[in-house]
């Protein structure tokens, strides 16, 4: 007879090619199985990932600001850069 430790824990299921969020990975759900990985470690380990993917994700949001802002800049000034030169 199965233990209730062997019996599966329901998941939602995350679809690839959707970037993961951090929630998704502090709330990941195994089975547990006799001679298993230490459910503490693993708990401790995904979200140590989702701390740093948390991480990553608003440093990559920064870059594409800084990125909306610099392009923006760019245009501003080749518009004043094209205006001055037509005048001459």
Same mark, same amino acid.
């Given at each position: 007879m199965a233990s209730r430790?062997?019996?599966p824990r329901p998941t939602r299921e995350i679809q690839r090619g959707t970037p993961l969020r951090p929630w %998704?990975?502090?709330?990941?759900?195994?089975?547990?199985r006799? %001679?298993?990985?230490?459910?503490v470690e693993?708990?401790?380990f995904l979200h140590r990932v989702a701390d740093e993917l948390t991480v990553a994700q608003t440093a990559l949001v920064a870059v594409q600001e800084e990125n909306v802002r610099i392009k923006n800049?760019?245009?501003?000034? %080749?518009?004043? %850069?094209?205006a001055n030169h037509r005048y001459r």
């Amino acid at each position: 007879m199965a233990s209730r430790r062997d019996e599966p824990r329901p998941t939602r299921e995350i679809q690839r090619g959707t970037p993961l969020r951090p929630w %998704q990975i502090r709330e990941r759900c195994f089975n547990v199985r006799r %001679q298993g990985l230490d459910p503490v470690e693993i708990r401790a380990f995904l979200h140590r990932v989702a701390d740093e993917l948390t991480v990553a994700q608003t440093a990559l949001v920064a870059v594409q600001e800084e990125n909306v802002r610099i392009k923006n800049a760019l245009r501003t000034w %080749q518009s004043a %850069q094209s205006a001055n030169h037509r005048y001459r």
